[in-house]
């Protein structure tokens, strides 16, 4: 069956712009996960739905990050006035019960 | 400091050989351990879970060691298509769904 699929896979953005990160979970799966992986390091948790409800967006870095799921299928990851510090790649993972499944990631370089 | 350390290595092997890898966690809460597999450019994906009474799946082998809040795997026989980055992953005892990851250890199997 079709797995978690992200959109775009590759982000050009200049520093200030905004970015929109796309991201289409399994069909079911009631949990959503946003990672950030940077150069090197293991994914860091970002933020957490379960249907559309945003249940915890602690790991969010700074008030630029904002996430939304509105009818609890798709969600974006949008970032506003990009800075360098946010050139990683974006992963997203959904899940039905205990394992995440990840999508194929956005990789973001901000210029 | 980071909640789950690992070496990042590299580990260079040759095939056949046996490879073991470490981890480990600081938050003795903790209830939920699992080894993740990253390829190169790739998502993570599950490779097994581990039990506090140690699994094993094939040629790989995971341990726990609550005690000393340690975490290892082995791969036995290895493959050239073993080599990957092996990330080192901890359910957040807080929040109980986010998964922690250690920064990965990365292993080359060569002929």
């Known amino acids: 069956g079709a797995g978690v699929s992200q959109s775009p896979r590759y982000k050009v953005a200049k520093r200030g712009q905004d970015v929109a990160l796309r991201c289409d979970p399994i069909s079911g799966h009631v949990s959503l996960f946003w990672y950030q992986q940077a150069l090197g390091q293991g994914p860091e948790f970002l933020t957490y739905f379960q249907n559309e409800a945003q249940l915890d967006k602690s790991g969010l870095p700074s008030d630029r990050f904002f996430a939304e799921r509105p009818e609890g299928s798709v969600s974006t990851l949008k970032i506003q006035r990009t800075q360098q510090e946010d050139s990683a790649v974006y992963l997203c993972?959904?899940?039905?019960?205990?394992?995440?499944?990840f999508g194929p990631g956005t990789r973001l370089t901000v210029t | 400091r980071k909640e789950v350390e690992q070496d990042p290595g590299p580990f260079n092997v040759p095939e056949g050989a046996t490879v073991a890898f470490n981890c480990t966690y600081s938050n003795s809460a903790s209830q939920s351990f699992f080894w993740y597999r990253q390829d190169c450019r790739k998502e993570p994906k599950l490779l097994m879970s581990?039990?506090?009474s140690g699994n094993e799946d094939g040629r790989f082998t995971a341990q726990l060691n609550r005690a000393s809040q340690y975490i290892s795997l082995l791969i036995r026989d290895s493959k050239l298509s073993d080599s990957a980055t092996y990330l080192c992953v901890v359910i957040d005892s807080n929040s109980g769904y986010a998964l922690n990851f250690g920064k990965g250890t990365s292993l080359l199997v060569t002929p």
């Open positions: 993972a959904s899940s039905y019960q205990y394992e995440q499944y």
């Open positions: 581990v039990y506090s």
